[in-house]
């Protein structure tokens, strides 16, 4: 069974500065999708980026990059020039073909002023 | 555009009761999805609806079902509460079903069991 692992919990950051978050994901797919969504305190959620994964070229939204490495099942967010609006729970998904999205358990980012 | 509204904002309950959640997709979108959201357990995928059909079901017991109506707004009932149903329950909309596509979330309904 596809799983989507966020191995870190919580992390902080200075403003202005740079931050990654980690996710992992395991799959027997070859093709599917990979997100990275937003959900800012008591806001909706929102998607930041999406990935696919016959593209090997890394996407870039703005400030928002991510790092995809298909054979390491690694697809990791980088923010760039933190933001204090940037803080928020950040949930990576996976998608394959026809099948459900499944969330990784999220990793909540605080932006230290 | 309006965007995913979803009823009632908050909902308190008691042990086997039921209970009907209410998901208004954005204009033109056909594919109403629903979610449990805990702490514990993180966004879990409940079923996906498109064109009045379940695609996707997620593992959960069938006292959650779904429908959706032919202007695409979906309805989740729970029946039978109990106390491990307290969650927030998101719906998210997207023009079609399929892989790629971003679903626009609504604001959620945050279901109290006592």
């Known amino acids: 069974a596809q799983t989507v692992t966020q191995s870190q919990p919580e992390m902080s950051v200075q403003e202005a500065e740079t931050v990654t978050l980690s996710c992992t994901y395991d799959?027997?797919?070859?093709?599917?999708?990979l997100f990275w969504y937003k959900q800012p305190p008591s806001r909706q959620m929102i998607l930041v980026i999406r990935q696919e994964a016959y593209k090997q070229q890394n996407a870039t939204e703005n400030r928002f990059s991510v790092n995809f490495q298909k054979a390491a099942k690694s697809f990791s967010l980088k923010i760039s020039d933190s933001q204090l609006g940037d803080a928020a729970m950040y949930f990576c998904a996976y998608r394959s073909a026809g099948d459900k999205i499944i969330f990784g358990k999220g990793t909540r980012l605080h932006i230290l002023p | 555009k309006a965007g995913v509204t979803q009823t009632p904002r908050y909902l308190i309950k008691t042990r086997g009761q039921q209970v009907t959640l209410s998901c208004s997709p954005i204009?033109?979108?056909?594919?109403v999805s629903w979610y449990q959201q805990t702490p514990g357990q993180g966004l879990q995928f409940l079923f996906e609806y498109f064109s009045e059909t379940q695609r996707n079901k997620g593992n959960f017991p069938g006292r959650f079902s779904g429908r959706q109506f032919s202007n695409s707004r979906s309805e989740m009932n729970v029946s039978t509460l109990e106390l491990g149903d307290s969650a927030l329950y998101l719906c998210a909309s997207s023009p079609q079903t399929g892989t790629g596509h971003e679903q626009f979330f609504g604001p959620g309904t945050r279901l109290t069991v006592l």
């Open positions: 799959t027997s797919e070859s093709d599917y999708y």
């Open positions: 204009s033109g979108h056909r594919s």
